[in-house]
């Protein structure tokens, strides 16, 4: 495997071939539940299920493969949840009366992405961002990403009155998720170092396998039945999580939705916004453009995309940038166009090829918390991710909340200690800065609402403590857009 080393020069960055093949693996492990997660919320718009999850595996694949080849960093790339969501949810179905609008959409503010991404202006971001306000953002990111892993389990579940509770412990997947996050604690603090660098890994499988004996065990007891909200618990009436959620694997033979290869028709349905089928036409398609183009609400839609996509990619890029090399100790990026070519071309193409924005996954962090270092990490996950296109069933095993939520919350924890570490507490701006980076994206479920807010409030400070000189002028430029932003979002939703 020499050809490998003298390609990606993982040796060179302290890391191995295992390292790099495990680090993949376990990334993509971590994050393949946006697969099916994706292809739910896109065909609620009318979009075919199966079409969206095969192209969604395919974007993801070849964006992915350009960062690992041309860039060389272990940076993995698919759909991102804030994106798909605000396409789905946020944009006005009074408006936008068929998903091919809404995909028109994402296709112009790809491209102009695009064209953002080549200059000089996303690099430029970056580097003016001072090292306590990168630290702020990990943090955000970490926080973020634990929360995702726990609510994804069920071990933090929805409330009425307070929003968010613990999860019922009655909740066989709870107990699951929870066991496999003792796990993985425990063996990080092991002494041996093999067993703490593969924490996540194994606890990782010790959830597939446990969620799966106890899911079998309840399917044939009639405790786990098939509904069409998805799999859900059936305890009986008096049963408090009755007919909720199961987060737990499902054997593939029990769900005939499951097929192996590659449903070329599904495809054809959401390829190029449907112009393969016979239900939508040519005339349809120009129609469909004269009215997004034509509609006011067009262009705060736009401009929100761009937005949201350039810092959920920024907050990722920075929080692997000082583990790769990706940035310096001067905080300058290196490798600038290569880093960021991947996610541009993938918010060019992904919507034509019938996907939403796809962007820097902040999951790529499992990976380099177990040592990866470079792009041949990235190249197993995009391989793994076109496999998936064929043997979904065998993947869809390891998409469990329960499965994933072990490797989230290891991470997510293991950035937060990092980002804290980095930031100087004898300055009580960055405190406060923290804080509020932490709880807007933990409790919006936004990585972007977190670092916008966290820039307001860092510059509301220092102007007020008569420090407005200290703010640096993109920072000042990129808090006044983050205004901006959230009241065109305001507007939006009564347009």
Known sequence: MNFLDKFFHYKEKGSSLKTEIIGGLVTFIAMCYILPLNASILSSMGMSRVGVFTMTALVSFLVTMIMALDAKYPIVLSTGM????????????????????????????????????????????????????????????????????????????????????MGNLLNPAVLVGLLAICLGVGLTFSKRKMISTLAIPISVLFAAVVGLVVSIILKENGLLISTEAGWVYNFGENNPITGAQAFLPIPPWYDSSLKFGLEVGEMKKVFMFGLLTEDYTGANFRDDILHVVTTPASYVAIFSLIFVGLFDTTATL???GDKTGLIDENGEMKNYRKAVLADATGALICAPLGTSTVTSFAESNVGVSLGAR??????????????????????????????????????????VIGAFKGINYKDPVNIFTAIFGVAFAVLTYSISNGIGVALIIYCLILIFSRRAKEIPPVIGVIASLFLVSFALNAVMQLL
Do not use: M
């Open 82 to 165: 804030g994106l798909n969501a605000f396409v789905a949810y946020t944009l006005s179905n009074a408006l936008f009366t068929s998903w091919q609008q809404k995909l028109i959409l994402l296709t112009i503010s790809g491209l102009i992405f695009f064209v953002f991404s080549l200059t000089p202006v996303r690099k430029l971001i970056i580097e003016s961002i001072p090292k306590d306000l990168k630290c702020v953002i990990s943090a955000a990111l970490g926080s973020f990403i634990l929360f995702v892993g726990l609510k994804n389990s069920g071990i933090v579940a929805p409330h009425p009155s307070t929003l968010v509770s």
């Open 318 to 320: 920075i929080s692997i």
């Open 374 to 415: 470079t792009g041949l990490a990235a190249a197993v996950s995009a391989i793994l991710f076109f496999l998936s296109v064929f043997i979904y069933p065998i993947f869809s095993i390891f998409t469990a909340g329960s499965v994933t939520v072990s490797a989230l919350v290891l991470v997510g924890i293991t950035i």
